[in-house]
């Protein structure tokens, strides 16, 4: 494989790893928390450094032997596009979106609760965000469902064809956090399989968002990229 000459060294499209991959990649669509596309996404082709494209295919593989496949969210996010986070975070007037990834959190909280970081592990290049797939089915255009959480609080569940894992990519919100008591057992158990799993290909999970994975031994530790996803 040769790496396309118009990314840094060391990043790679995932799709000329790996095309087997699915990918949505929501902020280049108005499927996000802010509603529109999200500034420094230009394209839907998912980037990554090299390394986490290989560690990524390895996991690829395994999930593939249970009958599934990989769907991905987000992997390397410009600095562009966290300072377009920031700005919208500030606009106390735009609660568009609140429903569906929200409900009951103040926007203008979501860095300080840690949905949200203002120098994110994405911009590393090394930082996925994903969820699972039968591998026969394809993604499937978005249906909000009613659901009831365990303690009575009702969310949207964003219904895209994955496997349902208790609460939808980017909600902001406890349900959302790899343990909690919110959700079901078979929820908690596909978390736990997505999990080992992820960790079996050398990514490190994050407490407060079960699809977000990172590299262990990502090659930029501590460089933030900021050339745009096209």
């Not at 669509?29 to 980037?47: A, D, L």
């Not at 590393?124 to 009613?146: F, Q």
């Not at 959700?183 to 079996?200: C, P, Q, S, W």
Request: aromatic share 14%.
């Amino acid at each position: 494989m040769t790496l396309d000459e118009t990314l840094p060294e060391g990043f790679a499209y995932l799709d000329a790893i790996d095309p087997s991959i699915q990918v949505s990649l929501r902020y280049c669509s108005h499927n996000n928390f802010i509603g529109k596309p999200i500034e420094g996404y230009r394209s839907e082709r998912v980037i990554m450094t090299e390394n986490a494209a290989q560690a990524l295919c390895k996991a690829q593989t395994m999930f593939k032997k249970d009958g599934y496949s990989i769907v991905v969210y987000d992997s390397y996010r410009p600095q562009t596009a966290v300072n377009h986070f920031s700005r919208w975070s500030q606009d106390v007037c735009d609660q568009k979106m609140k429903a569906h990834f929200y409900p009951r959190v103040d926007k203008a909280k979501v860095f300080e609760l840690g949905y949200i970081s203002k120098k994110s592990g994405h911009s590393r290049g090394s930082t996925v965000d994903l969820s699972l797939i039968h591998e026969s089915v394809r993604l499937n255009e978005i249906t909000p469902t009613s659901r009831v959480l365990n303690d009575s609080f009702e969310i949207l569940f964003l219904d895209d064809g994955t496997l349902d894992m208790g609460s939808s990519f980017d909600l902001f919100d406890e349900a959302s956090h790899y343990q909690n008591n919110l959700i079901n057992d078979e929820h908690f158990r596909r978390r736990t399989y997505l999990k080992e799993v992820m960790g079996a290909c050398g990514f490190k999970a994050y407490a407060k968002e079960w699809w977000h994975f990172t590299l262990e031994d990502e090659p930029f530790p501590d460089t933030y990229f900021d050339f745009p996803v096209e």
